[in-house]
């Protein structure tokens, strides 16, 4: 295949490594894990999601970054370049295609709550969660959720911030940011912790999180954790692959695997411990759903000492960490309009910016006007939104990439890219063709109801 000379690429492998981390690190982990342990009965959907990252998860991210730096360009252009390659369909563009819908269709709540972060810098700020108990923080969360003026202010607050990166180009501010942010996060992230290890109750959160509960497994239990496992590690919608298109030759995909995964479950593992522990000490209910941070952590920033500095601080490192994210979710639908159609970089993230705030729009409505609006079985627009792109749409374009690259892809292709010993390559074509579309098609099946 003819790889394109003047492509971008990252400065240095930390530079890959902190971008796809950035991708992976979000609301992803600080925002919805903890609050789906809590509704999924605890332990056991720890247990399982961290199952999922080990046997799907890291062997699909390597397929994604090798897909990826092989195909040298967006996911829609890419896979039919690789299809091309491989002497097969061309229509293996459109799985490329559904990755980016799927991206937008993310970003359309993932803006929203992105808003609530960024209302919440704006809140510890002004000090309103100085010596602040646990009605009060929920009250004050309720009262935000009831106003769609105020959350559409800072859903557009968050779209601005979006786009203005995407417009100007993967290369330009991401690099630099990264490398001192994400590491931020997770000092400050400490110091959460160790507030929740001397006032919260620890004991009773690493219980609640860790003592394996087997009976509490059940097929629903699986298939919202492994459709978290997708949304934590940004796969099946080419975010990771167009990252991995920037990526140098020479660089292990495996090993840079396995160090975001890492550092994306733990991060997600540590900031759940740092809830808990404030979630039993203080009498909240654990399975207070998507408002379950904005309710427990002002309790904590109103209490320590130094707290109106140190919640700003993680609120903006919090912002940063979704922002980095939401630029991934709208990339590859971006560089394929600027690939193909003769578009500029501005007036594509203009466009695509215009129909994702409109979606937003929607989303946050149904947290007030519109809740009772219901799409489908009884879910409002956010939640159908939530469950179709992580519990579908993710798994689903995962599946299809893992199978395009075990079978469809020539062995010495994928072999080339990964550059493994035998071992390690063997491994991963087990698990990459054999255990994670099985795992996923077992999913499916319960999904659709074949299964029970
Ligand atoms: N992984 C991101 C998070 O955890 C969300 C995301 C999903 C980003 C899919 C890109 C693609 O917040």
Same mark, same amino acid.
């Given at each position: 295949m003819n790889l394109p000379v003047k492509r971008s690429h990252w400065g240095n492998r930390w530079t890959f490594m902190l971008a796809t981390a950035g991708s992976a690190i979000g609301l992803g982990n600080i925002w919805k894990l903890p609050y789906m342990i809590g509704v999924n009965g605890g332990s056991a959907f720890v247990l399982v999601f961290i199952l999922c990252i080990l046997l799907v998860g890291i062997p699909l991210m390597m397929t994604e970054i090798l897909l990826g730096r092989r195909a040298q360009k967006n996911p829609y252009n890419g896979m039919q370049a690789l299809a091309a390659e491989a002497n097969?369909?061309?229509?293996?563009?459109y799985l490329g295609g559904m990755g980016m819908v799927t991206g937008l269709l993310i970003l359309g709540f993932y803006s929203v709550i992105g808003g609530w972060v960024l209302s919440y810098i704006y809140y510890a700020a002004i000090g309103t969660? %100085? /010596? #602040? =108990?646990g009605p009060q923080s929920i009250a004050n969360f309720n009262a935000l959720l009831a106003s769609p003026v105020t959350l559409l202010f800072w859903h557009t607050v968050f779209m601005l911030l979006t786009m203005g990166v995407v417009a100007r180009g993967v290369?330009? /501010?991401l690099e630099k940011a990264n490398n001192i942010l994400i590491p931020a996060l997770f000092m400050i992230l400490l110091v959460l912790l160790g507030y929740s290890l001397s006032e919260g109750d620890m004991h009773l959160a690493v219980q609640f999180m860790f003592?394996?509960?087997?009976?509490?497994?059940t097929p629903a239990v699986v298939l919202t954790a492994l459709g978290h496992a997708f949304f934590s590690l940004s796969l099946g919608m080419g975010a990771v692959m167009v990252y991995g298109s920037y990526l140098?030759?020479? #660089?292990s995909i495996a090993r840079t695997t396995i160090y975001i995964a890492i550092a994306d479950t733990m991060l997600g593992l540590l900031v759940g411990l740092a809830i808990y522990a404030l979630v039993f000490a203080n009498h909240?209910?654990?399975? %207070? /759903?998507?408002g379950l941070i904005f309710q427990t952590l002002p309790i904590a920033f109103g209490h320590m000492p130094g707290g109106h500095f140190i919640g700003t601080l993680f609120f903006m490192l919090v912002a940063f960490a979704a922002w980095s994210s939401s630029i991934s979710l709208v990339e590859p639908a971006i560089a394929w309009i600027v690939e193909n159609k003769a578009m500029k970089r501005t007036t594509a993230a203009l466009l695509i910016g215009i129909s994702v705030w409109l979606l937003g729009i929607a989303v946050l409505l149904?947290?007030? =006007?519109?809740? =009772? #609006?219901?799409?489908?079985?009884?879910?409002n627009i956010f939640e159908t939104l939530d469950k179709l792109t992580s519990t579908i749409l993710l798994p689903l374009g995962g599946l299809f990439m893992a199978i395009f690259a075990g079978y469809f892809m020539k062995k010495n292709h994928s072999q080339e890219e990964l550059n493994l010993h035998r071992n390690g390559y063997d491994l991963w074509r087990f698990t990459n063709n054999i255990v994670a579309p099985i795992a996923i098609f077992a999913v499916f099946l319960y999904l659709f109801g074949v299964m029970k």
């Open positions: 097969v369909s061309r229509s293996w563009k969660f %100085a /010596g #602040i =108990e290369n330009s /501010g003592n394996p509960d087997f009976g509490k497994i140098q030759r020479h #660089i909240l209910p654990a399975a %207070a /759903g998507p149904s947290f007030n =006007e519109w809740k =009772e #609006i219901k799409i489908i079985s009884g879910l």
